[in-house]
């Protein structure tokens, strides 16, 4: 596979290691920005952070600063992301994807809906997009956002979805429209093979490669260590115009507050917090090894005390008293007992959780506790609104990013004449639905859909979506009314049977419905 050097004014780019730093319209001190601040999330996700070691005073030894390395942020992401994502019952039939696209416009039929909806879980399944959700969700709570990029793979004739991460992007904005983006790059390092896998040849000595997509409006480049690659097996070289008209990623910030990038979980309060759990647990540990090695010390001890061994045990022979006075002491062994560890050394830990749970919004009862007392199901789910409070926010982003990545897709695949959409999809507004947050009674979801129905409060599918269950409404309410048909019909068969003289009535019937039904075809004809 041949590969197209980049332009350069050095005669020497060919012999030297390549280097980001150099490449052409690149924002290398944005990206080296970006990468420190990744970094150091990554290290606080991991634990990276609390593998720091000091100088012991008294043995000169390094020893681990915390010992312990509790570390609740992993615990955190995932929980968040189990409340984002919500209680998928059909998970595994709808490959994992937590939610689904519903037409929302008067301007398509019950058929082009449809078309649109199926082709659209079908794209996003292709691509296994329920595990590539679940990826860049976790990554999204400690790194601020995710990724999500389309690529049109002539091998697979389909578009690919694909979720780079979030330090491997760096993306410029169209002014104050965060979602629409007038740049985009994927920078991300490889090994030796895989710059090899792409055709490159590494130079004399060179470690490092780089793959590199630069996309535009207009154009758009990929690249291996500056140099510009084929597409798949063929000599065409990938660069060139951009056939779509946008940049085909989408950055989905976690929670936006100022700017481009999203603000991750991992907040400042968040990391002096978990420092501080870590010492005092320390320090609490410390503690309970000191009461548990007591000090031995005896007194009124005439001369020193000897072991002595009586049926195999050894005792101590402390000695006897002087025998002078009657109010001596006897001489004793006793152990001095300390107590390092307080009362209020084990409320500020507790304390130190609960300014945890609260900066992070993971409540308690997220982790299974009730506080020791018979609670109620929605007393339980009242107390789950801080961690539902931001999930709902995140829905908002997640929204909106999936809105947009859709359409790109719609209208990547009406460019390439792949799946069923029609301009006429694209231009059709459509709701991204979610599945329920929480648990929830499906007996009271019962009861609430009959009263409904029964007041004419709401249509027989808009109740059967509620249930979340369901994945064509539509479809299952015909089989429904397919399946009261056949059992309508079976009970009046039975019913003529069970009458008196049933059976030859039903024959006579059934005769009778013949001789009428064979002089209707004879007059038509």
């Not at 634990?47 to 609740?72: A, R, W």
């Not at 919500?86 to 937590?98: A, D, F, R, Y």
């Not at 749970?357 to 009242?382: C, F, I, M, Y």
């Not at 929830?440 to 979506?465: C, F, G, Y």
């Amino acid at each position: 596979m041949d590969l197209t050097s980049s332009s350069t004014l050095n005669p020497l780019s060919g012999l030297l290691p390549f280097d980001l730093k150099g490449l052409e319209g690149f924002p290398y001190t944005t990206y080296l920005q970006q990468k420190e601040a990744y970094d150091l999330l990554e290290d606080w996700y991991d634990g990276t952070q609390l593998s720091s070691t000091v100088v012991d005073e008294s043995s000169g030894d390094k020893v681990e600063k915390y010992p312990v390395k509790i570390n609740p942020l992993p615990g955190t992401c995932q929980k968040h992301v189990g409340v984002l994502f919500g209680q998928n019952i059909e998970s595994i039939k709808l490959g994992g994807i937590p939610v689904q696209f519903v037409p929302d416009s008067s301007d398509l039929t019950d058929e082009e809906s449809k078309t649109m909806r199926d082709e659209l879980m079908h794209a996003y399944e292709a691509s296994q997009a329920g595990a590539l959700f679940v990826t860049s969700a976790i990554q999204s709570q400690y790194l601020g956002g995710c990724v999500f990029k389309l690529s049109w793979r002539p091998d697979l004739g389909r578009i690919k979805i694909e979720n780079p991460e979030a330090s491997e992007f760096v993306g410029i904005p169209d002014g104050k429209d965060y979602w629409d983006l007038r740049e985009g790059w994927i920078v991300r390092q490889i090994t030796k093979d895989e710059a090899k896998s792409y055709g490159y040849k590494p130079k004399l000595n060179e470690n490092n490669f780089w793959y590199i997509e630069h996309w535009t409006r207009s154009k758009y480049k990929i690249m291996v260590n500056g140099q510009v690659v084929n597409i798949g097996e063929s000599d065409q070289k990938a660069e060139g115009a951009n056939p779509f008209g946008f940049v085909p990623m989408v950055y989905i910030p976690h929670m936006r507050v100022s700017g481009f990038l999203g603000d991750p979980i991992i907040s400042e309060a968040a990391k002096g917090i978990i420092r501080e759990m870590n010492l005092r647990f320390a320090d609490m540990g410390d503690g309970i090894s000191e009461d548990s090695h007591v000090l031995t010390a005896m007194r009124n001890v005439r001369g020193t005390a000897k072991p002595v061994d009586i049926a195999g045990r050894t005792v101590i022979d402390l000695g006897s008293t002087h025998g002078l006075s009657p109010n001596e002491t006897p001489p004793d062994l006793f152990a001095v007992k300390t107590q390092s560890v307080s009362e209020p050394m084990i409320k500020f830990t507790q304390e130190l959780e609960v300014l945890y749970r609260r900066e992070v919004n993971h409540p308690a009862v997220a982790d299974g506790e009730d506080e020791g007392s018979q609670r109620s199901s929605l007393t339980l789910t009242t107390r789950m609104w801080p961690l539902v409070n931001e999930a709902e926010f995140e829905r908002v982003f997640w929204s909106i990013g999936l809105t947009i990545l859709s359409k790109m897709l719609m209208s990547m695949s009406i460019l390439k004449g792949v799946g069923n959409f029609t301009q006429k999809m694209l231009d059709a507004d459509f709701i991204v639905q979610w599945q329920p947050m929480l648990p929830r009674d499906r007996e009271s979801l019962v009861q609430e859909a009959v009263m409904r129905e029964s007041a004419n409060l709401a249509s027989n599918t808009h109740l059967m979506q509620l249930f979340g269950d369901i994945q064509d409404p539509e479809a299952e309410l015909k089989q429904i009314q397919d399946q009261n048909k056949k059992l309508s019909e079976s009970e009046q068969t039975a019913n003529a049977f069970s009458a008196p003289g049933g059976s030859s009535n039903l024959a006579q019937k059934t005769k009778a419905n013949n001789t009428v039904s064979g002089a209707n075809i004879k007059k038509e004809s």
